[in-house]
């Protein structure tokens, strides 16, 4: 090992690991922090579905998702393409932003920091 002046400080956080103890790692970071996950998740995918149910009515999710089981499937009516393909992109935007915030979020509890929504 190099015990020169010289070397930087280890980096914060718990170094190298196995993939068990990654994965109790992981399931231990978002217990401790689970509120907080949920309200960064909600706080995009809430106003996303509002909007989508504002813009396209109480039928939105039949729309999305298709008729239940056992029912016919409608097809999407070509007056609506266009605005639900925006909308899609918007709500693929919105879960990259999610992700993003939530792997911040994980990052900062790993270095030992306190999570915040904000």
Same mark, same amino acid.
């Given at each position: 090992m190099n015990d020169s002046p010289f070397t930087p400080p280890p980096a914060p956080?718990?170094?190298p690991r196995g993939p068990g103890?990654?994965?109790?790692?992981?399931? #231990? /970071?978002?217990?401790?922090? /689970?509120?907080?996950?949920? =309200? $960064?998740s909600a706080t995009v995918t809430i106003p996303l579905i509002a909007a989508g149910l504002a813009a396209f009515g109480? *039928?939105?999710?039949?729309?999305? /998702?298709g008729s239940p089981v056992g029912e016919d499937l409608h097809p999407l009516p070509a007056s609506l393409l266009w605005p639900v393909a925006a909308y899609a992109a918007l709500? =693929? /935007? *919105? $879960?990259? #932003?999610?992700?993003?915030a939530i792997a911040q979020a994980a990052a900062t509890a790993l270095?030992?920091?306190?999570?915040s929504i904000g």
């Open positions: 956080g718990p170094g103890s990654i994965i109790s790692r992981t399931f #231990a /970071l978002y217990g401790h922090n /689970l509120l907080h996950m949920v =309200v $960064i109480p *039928g939105f999710m039949d729309i999305i /998702l709500y =693929v /935007l *919105g $879960i990259v #932003a999610v992700t993003a270095t030992g920091q306190p999570v």
